[in-house]
């Protein structure tokens, strides 16, 4: 049996805010907005038994499977979802939107402003991770018209709307799953989504935004990736899967001669260039910086106080990117506002990616949480 009819994989978009435009957390209104969806399993008759998959900040709506045709790829969560996996799509109703402001289908930058019928490009307003969420409510309410999620769950700038979901809507789901997130990016993360998009918009290709047609890839943006991937991995991890090893080892003194972590930097900024869109990663990366779930409260703990799910908050040891620290300041606020919450720090080398990687532990956890 394939994939599509052994997790029943459904593809379908959503558009709203034809007439009435959406209003942004800037105040900027936009219209009409399309959200591309996958779903994994089937919803009850009750249409109590759905989760919400958020995705990272360059992920995509498949989430689990091949979908037909498809050879190599599965989906960018697939050990987590499936039948026996812990989101079982022989029990629930799994759901993963392209993100507002993506280029896997949903409205963003590459998408055609209707009022010029070409690509928005920086014609498109400005979004926040809340912008975000409030597009996945009016997909998950108005056209699922599910009236509760039993979960919402995410990593990275998923955790982020994740958490957004939970002060949002507080009552709009039984559980949170946070993992390797934060409430609010430090510094240091800020400085390097920074040096990611002045590569991007200091490529002559790049036109200002509007490079749409033109043949020339953004080498800025293969740049951004590379860097960014660094920041994902660890010191320990690195240094475990390349040390200094070389690629082949036949003159030492060229520049020709690459080590193999050298190599591996290449491959991923290469390959991105070919699967996302250089003004969305500008665009999402600015929403990652811009996201404080303090914004609009005079305080963490009044953020934190209006979340009423039951909140597994999951981080990693070597995630340098979202410290531990940063993870501290979370879970004592839930702590102190006797909210509930099962934290866990999970060993791994992995760095920030382990959320990815680092199934085996992470997997037992989610499973058993979901029961509660």
């Known amino acids: 049996m394939d994939d599509v009819k052994r997790l029943n994989i459904r ?10 435009k959406f209003r942004l957390e800037s105040g900027q209104k936009l219209g009409p907005i399309t959200l591309i969806y996958e779903t994994y399993g089937r919803l009850t008759p009750k249409r109590d038994n759905a989760i919400l998959i958020c995705h990272a900040l360059t992920g995509n709506a498949h989430v689990a499977g091949k979908l ?28 993963c939107s392209n993100i507002l402001g993506g280029c896997s289908g949903s409205t963003g930058p590459s998408s055609l402003n209707p009022r010029t019928q070409k690509p928005y490009g920086l014609d498109f307003p400005l979004i926040t991770v809340r912008d975000m969420v409030d597009a996945q409510y009016q997909l998950v309410a108005k056209h699922f018209g599910l009236p509760k999620l039993k979960a919402v769950a995410g990593g990275s700038i998923g955790g982020m709307q994740t958490l957004e979901w939970g002060v949002r809507y507080p009552r709009f789901m039984d559980h949170l799953i946070v993992i390797s997130t934060t409430h609010k990016l430090s510094s240091q ?26 043949p020339e890839k953004i080498k800025g943006l293969g740049l951004a990736r590379m860097v ?7 010191e320990e991890g690195m240094q475990n899967k390349f040390g200094r090893e070389r690629v082949n080892r036949k003159n030492l003194f060229s520049f020709q001669e690459k080590f193999q972590v050298e190599n591996y930097l290449d491959h991923q900024g290469e390959k991105f260039m070919q699967r996302f869109d250089a003004n969305s990663y500008i665009y999402l990366s600015k929403a990652m910086d811009l996201f404080d779930l303090t914004r609009g409260f005079r305080s963490l703990d009044a953020a934190v106080r209006r979340i009423q799910a039951k909140t597994l908050f999951l981080y990693f040891s070597s995630d340098w990117l979202f410290p531990e620290y940063q993870s501290a300041e979370l879970i004592e606020s839930f702590q102190k506002n006797k909210k509930y919450i099962l934290s866990y720090k999970i060993e791994s080398k992995a760095g920030h990616d382990a959320f990815l990687l680092e199934y085996d532990k992470l997997n037992p956890i989610m499973q058993s949480f979901l029961d509660v």
Do not use: C, M
Not at 11 to 20: E, L, S, V
Not at 68 to 95: C, L, M, R, Y
Not at 191 to 214: C, E, L, M, Q, V
Not at 228 to 234: F, N, P
């Open 228 to 234: 960014a991937h660094i920041t994902y991995l660890s």
């Open 11 to 20: 593809q379908g978009k959503f558009t709203f805010a034809q007439k009435k």
């Open 68 to 95: 037909a045709g498809e050879k190599k790829s599965t989906g960018w969560w697939d050990p987590v979802v499936g039948p026996g996996k812990p989101f079982d799509t022989n029990k629930h109703f799994i759901i």
């Open 189 to 214: 993360a800020i400085a390097f989504n920074k040096i990611g998009r002045h590569a991007i918009t200091i490529d002559p290709s790049w036109k200002n935004g509007n490079y749409y047609g033109a």
